[in-house]
């Protein structure tokens, strides 16, 4: 009799102890990071536009991004076109294509949207900067030195030019980075190149140079703060491993002016640009990302475009994208963070 009420008993809290799981979970469920490290969060990603077309155009290649003037998402594709997105959606409005003077494709990877509307848009075969009009007519070409130019004319090396492209400085000054290093100059130093507005021309200005974590590491963006800070991405890939994304606070406002240097190779008497780690994007919460080949963490893909979009309670909104080369085994990805810098 003892035993029958034990059990009775025993049943009963079983009972209970099943419905109140049933009802919802005595203990709350941990809630999902969105931290990439102290500095950086990610708030979400999208793979809305990957293997889409658009008016018979191939949305994708994406290697640089920027705001327009009136809100929407300018994405430059590398095969030589440039797409205006919707910046909530995503959603192609339209595209234009780009040419150089003699109708001949652009590797085209850097952009810039002056305050006039104007386009700058950087090569990487030559290099070159050109200024185009909204509907995609060049206007002129800024000056380029001789020793970043592509051998036999200088000492760059074709599709390792200009990648990044961005205004500092309140739009007075003009900064492109290489993607790596000249000839002659120690592996993993890279140039940035800059122009002063001079009315409605652009002149040569000050170059410095930037380090990056390995050899194997380029450039592909810049993006520039309000007091002259810049955010740089650097970027590689490893065959069977994947790529190495990684963003950083860079300080260039201290550093030498190597346009009459004629080698870097790590000379006491030059300063480099300084810089901070803010983030590994591998260290970021994959939030359900899948990947199509081996990647250290299935977020990453070969990021390639990045633009500050905004600020919100203390952090900048920074998009970035990855160029998805039109391959099938990789993916035109969104990045949205958050960035305290």
Not at 251 to 260: I, K, L, Q, V, Y
Not at 261 to 276: A, D, F
């Given at each position: 009799m003892q035993l029958r009420t034990v059990l009775a008993t025993t049943t009963a809290a079983l009972a209970a102890a099943t419905c109140l799981t049933a009802a919802g979970p005595a203990v709350a469920a941990a809630p999902v990071s969105h931290a990439c490290s102290p500095s950086v969060s990610l708030d979400r990603f999208s793979d809305a536009l990957d293997k889409t077309t658009y008016d018979g155009a191939f949305v994708g290649n994406f290697s640089a991004l920027a705001v327009d003037r009136d809100g929407s998402l300018a994405a430059l594709s590398d095969r030589s076109a440039l797409f205006d997105l919707d910046a909530k959606s995503l959603a192609p409005k339209s595209v234009v294509p780009l040419a150089d003077e003699n109708g001949a494709a652009l590797d085209s990877e850097g952009l810039v949207i002056d305050r006039d509307g104007t386009r700058l848009i950087t090569s990487e075969t030559e290099p070159s900067i050109?200024?185009?009009?909204?509907?995609?007519?060049?206007?002129?070409?800024?000056?380029?030195?001789?020793?970043?130019?592509?051998?036999?004319?200088?000492?760059?090396?074709?599709?390792?030019?200009?990648?990044?492209l961005t205004l500092t400085n309140g739009g007075r000054t003009l900064l492109a980075s290489m993607e790596y290093a000249l000839s002659g100059d120690t592996a993993g130093i890279v140039r940035f190149q800059t122009w002063q507005r001079h009315g409605k021309t652009w002149e040569l200005s000050a170059q410095y140079a930037y380090r990056t974590d390995a050899a194997f590491l380029g450039v592909p963006e810049v993006q520039a703060l309000?007091?002259?800070?810049?955010?740089?991405?650097?970027?590689?890939?490893?065959?069977?491993?994947?790529?190495?994304?990684?963003?950083?606070?860079?300080?260039?406002?201290?550093?030498?002016?190597?346009?009459?240097?004629?080698?870097?190779?790590?000379?006491?008497?030059?300063?480099?640009?300084?810089?901070?780690?803010?983030?590994?994007?591998?260290?970021?919460?994959t939030l359900g990302a899948a990947a199509k080949q081996p990647q250290p963490n299935p977020l990453l893909d070969n990021i390639e475009g990045m633009v500050i979009t905004g600020h919100d309670k203390g952090r900048l909104k920074v998009l970035l994208v990855s160029d998805d080369n039109q391959n099938v085994v990789q993916t035109t990805r969104f990045y949205y963070l958050r960035v305290r810098v």
């Open positions: 050109r200024r185009y009009s909204v509907d995609g007519k060049i206007l002129d070409r800024l000056p380029v030195p001789a020793s970043l130019q592509v051998a036999p004319t200088g000492r760059a090396t074709s599709n390792q030019t200009f990648e990044g309000p007091d002259g800070r810049l955010l740089v991405l650097e970027r590689g890939f490893t065959s069977g491993v994947g790529n190495t994304v990684r963003l950083y606070l860079a300080d260039p406002r201290h550093a030498t002016d190597t346009s009459g240097i004629e080698n870097l190779t790590g000379q006491s008497g030059v300063r480099l640009i300084k810089k901070t780690l803010l983030t590994d994007i591998a260290s970021c919460p």
